[in-house]
Structures are given as structure tokens and as C-alpha cells.
């Protein structure tokens, strides 16, 4: 068997140029009609995945959690949730998967815990015993107060009271979710365990959330202000340099690397959350020391216009020795079709991010529901469920917009999902949208992406090509991958023409609102061609 962490062959390795589809199983498909989506349910519908192309699905976390946030707030790291089913049945999807072809890549939340796993209760007891150092103690600042100035992502200061220890535990998340304290050995010994737990399993990948959180400063100093013109919460007034992207948090990742290295065909796939973020996914993925791949938050904000896309794509090209994954939509962002989309423009501008995803030189994350065309759902407050849109409502509604039921029957009721009330409305604007509708329509965003991911998956220049950057005026992104394959996207509302030398010999393999004529590729509003 090939070995994905040996350098000689990882050029081979089958999650390079994959296309990996993730599943948010709250919100995929309900088996038992409780209106919550479960294991069963996404073993189900793995025809779907596998009809779709998709090389493997990335599963959010199913482990025993008190939800505060939605499984990232894990109780026991080898046990699944009661409400998702059980070890049998993860088994049973793992089986399942493999004989449909598809890969499983697993979630894996290792920066820190529920405050009601066992680690923690212990921890919280006394300055004394074996798991007194397993989270981020400290004591109060002189005069009273928090130990430093970091703040969390959930909008206030980074540390909680414990009264019984008389110290304050570190948070960067939700103050139910404490930090695990990576300084401490026994901790990274027990994560590297964890991840064997379920490599023995036979899951094929870890995505790892938040990677470049694990460590902290030792010296707990201040983060430096940052000047910025509005803030939606105090964290992003200050530079995150001491409560995450620590240099010291490499020797985990190496660590990590070993353990996958024992198994072959396997990888790791870091979320890299940063202020720097292509320099971070460089920094966790150069080398056989380091992880295998990365993905950041460098696509999943605002559209970064055609320069600053093509400034990312560069940072990427000028570091042939990382291979990058991108994605544009996940669980944590406004989808893509409405984030980026000009308004009215949602289904044309929906395809050609699609198109541009698929045409990118990396391992693609798709986004359930990504495929089909999904705009961000309105949840009303009174069914919000994401503490963060609790505490930000109404400037920040949270992230449960993108993480509405899977509609796959428009004509059913809560778009076929559940026979339950769903844990969050069915938005009826998907409809329309549904896979049942849009299955065999060849007009149709799902066959669009099923035609994308095969075209993918035999051009070797889009899986493995370089880019080499056309220049492209205004909104366009244009791109050769390889010496066999031209692309180019117009990501705006006014039509634009792109002079293409040697183009009247090129063979139009998807064009949509575009055409060519001689050595000019013309692009209506929101069109894209790829050209081979």
C-alpha cells in the first residue's frame, strides 16, 4: 500500500486534488424522526455523496457532548453522542462508505473540552492532584481581575472564575469549552492516543479544529492592541500572539505527524484560524515533519476581490512545498452564494464559485449543500441555537443560517429532511432548490457540480497543474493550470473581454454567459469558461 506520509510517494497520495464533501450531521439527514440528524441518516444518503463524485466526506464532530456548541464541546473524545446513535453505528457508516469508495475524514476538537468532561471536573477541584495541570490555570492579576488582557471568540475576556481553585481557566472559545493545557505532556500524550483511537477505526483522515490554538504563551503576556475602524466584539481589538500561532505548538503538529505516518494512506487536514493565514497553513504543512495539508479562513470571509484572490493564489504558488486546501463555504460562515453573491446575482454568481473551487490546484472542501446552490437561511432569534448569534444578535445572527436542514425533497415536508420539526427550521427558499428537484435537470446546479467534480477527477493538470495567473481586467480572475487548461471567471455585473493568444484553437469545456471568438474570450455578468 502507498504510505501518504513517505515523501516518495506522496505525490500519489489520494487525498491530493480530492474533492472531500463535508457533512454537518445535525443538519444532514434524520433517521429516527426526532428532527435531529444522525449517523444512521448520513449513512443513508452516502449514494447521494458518492453520486455527487465526491472523493471522501468530512464528518463534524459526533462525540458526547452537552451541545452548548453543537458538538465542538466535547465531554468524551471516544464515545458518540446518543442523539447522533452509536460506536456501532459509526462503524457501520465507516463500512459503508468504504464500499461505496468514498474516504471518511473525522473532526477532531483537541484545543479544548466541555467544562463537563470528566478531565475538567477533576481539574477544577484543586491546585493538587493528577489532572491539575491538564487546562490553563492562572492566578488573578494583582489588584483582582483576569490574569492578561485576551479576549474570546464568543465575545468577552478569555478566562473564567473557578472559585474552588481560586484561579482563572482559560477559554478562547465559549466559557464552556476550556483550553487544554498542551504544555502539559500527559495531555499531548492522550491526544496522540485519541487520534489512534479512531485511525484503528479505520477513519481515513482527522480535520483538526482550530490546530493553531493548542498552545498559549507560558508568560501569559498581554496581546498587543490593533487599530481597527468597528469592532463586532472586543477580539478583534487586539493581535492574537500570545493566545495562539505559538512557534512552540510545531513540536504537537510533529508529534501528530508520526502517529499518522504509522498508518498508511492517512492525513490531517488543519483549520488554521489566524491573522496571518496563508502564512500559518505554510508554516503547519512545510515538510514531512509537518501536516499534510491545511485549509484557512483566507477565502471564507468577504469576496477578497479579483486582486486579493490573486494575491492568495500566488502566496500559495510561491511555496511549492505546501499543498493547499481551499474552501469557500463551511458551518462557520455565511454560505458562499450569499456571502459573496452581488444581490439578484445569487444562482449565477452560486455557479461560478463553484466552477472557480473546483478549478483551484488543492484538495476542495464542499459544504453540504454547496453544490445545490444554498443561500444563508434567516433563523428568527426565538430559534437561534449558536451561542455566538445569542450573544451577538442582532449585528451578528450566528452561524445556524448555513446550518439549516439538508432540503432534500422540496415537495415533503421540512424539505424531506426529518418527519419532525427539524432542530432548525427547513427554509422554505430551499425548496426549489432540493436535491430531488435538481437530480437529472441538466440545467441544474447539482449536475453542474457533478459534471465539474468528473472533469476534475480525469484532467490531471486541474488535480495536480500548476497555476500559472492570466492578467484579467477588473473583476476577472483568469488562470492556466498546466499547459492544457484555461480558466477564467468574471466575478462582477458589467460584461469584460480577455485577450487570449492562441484561444481560437482552444476547446470551450464549460462556458456559461460567455463566448469566444479569434483570440477574445468574452464574459457577460457573472460568466466564466474553462478552456482545454
Known amino acids: 500500500m502507498r504510505d501518504a506520509g513517505n515523501p516518495k510517494t506522496a505525490a500519489s497520495a489520494w487525498w491530493r486534488g480530492a474533492v472531500i464533501y463535508q457533512v454537518y450531521p445535525r443538519s444532514f439527514a434524520d433517521s429516527d424522526g426526532d428532527g435531529v440528524g444522525d449517523l444512521k441518516g448520513v449513512a443513508a444518503q452516502l449514494p447521494y455523496v458518492s453520486a455527487l463524485g465526491a472523493d471522501a466526506i468530512w464528518l463534524s464532530p459526533v462525540f458526547r457532548s452537552p451541545m452548548v456548541d453543537n458538538g465542538y464541546d466535547v465531554s468524551d473524545y471516544r464515545a458518540i453522542d446518543p442523539v447522533f446513535g452509536t460506536l456501532k453505528d459509526f462503524d457501520a457508516l465507516v463500512a459503508r462508505a468504504h464500499r461505496l469508495g468514498l474516504k471518511v475524514v473525522l473532526d477532531q476538537v483537541y484545543s479544548h473540552t466541555s467544562d463537563r468532561h470528566p478531565w475538567f471536573e477533576a481539574s477544577r477541584q484543586s491546585r493538587s492532584g493528577d489532572l491539575a495541570d491538564w487546562y490553563v490555570w492562572a492566578d488573578p492579576a494583582p489588584g483582582g481581575g483576569p490574569p492578561n488582557n485576551w479576549q474570546c471568540w464568543f465575545g468577552e475576556a478569555a478566562w473564567s472564575w473557578e472559585p474552588r481553585r481560586s484561579q482563572y481557566y482559560l477559554h478562547n472559545f465559549h466559557p464552556k469549552m476550556p483550553d487544554l493545557n498542551f504544555l502539559t505532556p500527559a495531555v499531548v500524550e492522550t491526544t496522540l492516543d485519541t487520534a489512534r483511537f479512531w485511525l484503528d477505526r479505520g477513519v481515513d483522515g ?46 504537537n503538529v510533529a508529534a501528530l505527524r508520526r502517529v499518522l505516518d504509522a498508518y498508511p494512506e492517512r492525513f490531517a487536514v488543519a483549520e488554521i484560524v489566524s491573522e496571518d493565514n496563508i502564512g500559518r497553513v505554510i508554516e503547519y504543512t512545510s515538510g514531512p515533519s509537518c501536516l499534510h495539508t491545511a485549509y484557512s479562513f483566507a477565502f471564507l470571509g468577504d469576496w477578497p476581490g479579483a486582486e486579493g484572490f490573486r494575491a492568495i493564489i500566488e ?14 463555504s463551511n458551518h462557520d460562515v455565511i454560505r458562499v452564494a450569499s456571502r459573496w453573491a452581488a444581490p439578484g446575482h445569487e444562482t449565477a454568481s452560486a455557479r461560478l464559485f463553484l466552477a472557480l473551487l473546483l478549478s483551484l490546484r488543492g484538495t476542495v472542501f464542499l459544504y453540504q449543500g454547496e453544490e445545490l446552490g444554498l443561500t444563508e437561511s434567516d433563523v428568527p432569534y426565538e430559534r437561534i441555537t449558536d451561542p455566538s448569534g445569542l450573544a451577538g444578535w442582532p449585528l451578528y445572527k450566528g452561524r445556524d443560517g448555513c446550518r439549516t436542514p439538508f432540503p432534500w425533497d422540496g415537495g415533503l415536508p421540512h424539505n424531506g429532511f426529518s418527519t419532525a420539526e427539524p432542530w432548525l427550521p427547513a427554509d422554505p427558499a430551499h425548496a426549489p432548490l432540493s436535491a430531488a428537484r435538481q437530480t437529472g435537470d441538466p440545467r441544474s446546479m447539482l449536475e453542474l457540480a457533478r459534471s465539474l467534480i468528473a472533469w476534475r477527477k480525469t484532467t490531471p493538470a486541474i488535480r495536480e497543474g500548476a497555476v500559472s495567473l492570466i492578467d484579467a481586467p477588473g473583476p476577472v480572475v483568469a488562470f492556466a493550470r498546466g499547459d492544457e487548461v484555461v480558466c477564467a471567471f468574471n466575478a462582477g455585473v458589467e460584461p469584460q473581454a480577455l485577450h487570449l493568444t492562441g484561444a481560437a484553437e482552444a476547446r470551450p469545456v464549460f462556458t456559461e454567459r460567455a463566448g469566444l471568438s479569434a483570440d477574445e474570450l468574452w464574459l457577460g455578468p457573472w460568466g466564466w469558461a474553462v478552456l482545454g
Open 315 to 328: 502566496a500559495y504558488e510561491a511555496a511549492p512545498q505546501v499543498w493547499p486546501s481551499f474552501a469557500f
Open 206 to 251: 482527522l480535520r483538526l479544529d482550530v490546530c493553531n490554538y493548542y498552545v498559549h504563551d507560558a508568560r501569559l503576556r498581554d496581546n498587543p492592541p490593533k487599530a481597527v475602524p468597528r469592532a463586532a466584539k472586543p477580539f478583534f481589538l487586539q493581535s492574537h500572539v500570545h493566545n495562539c500561532d505559538r512557534p512552540e505548538n510545531l513540536a
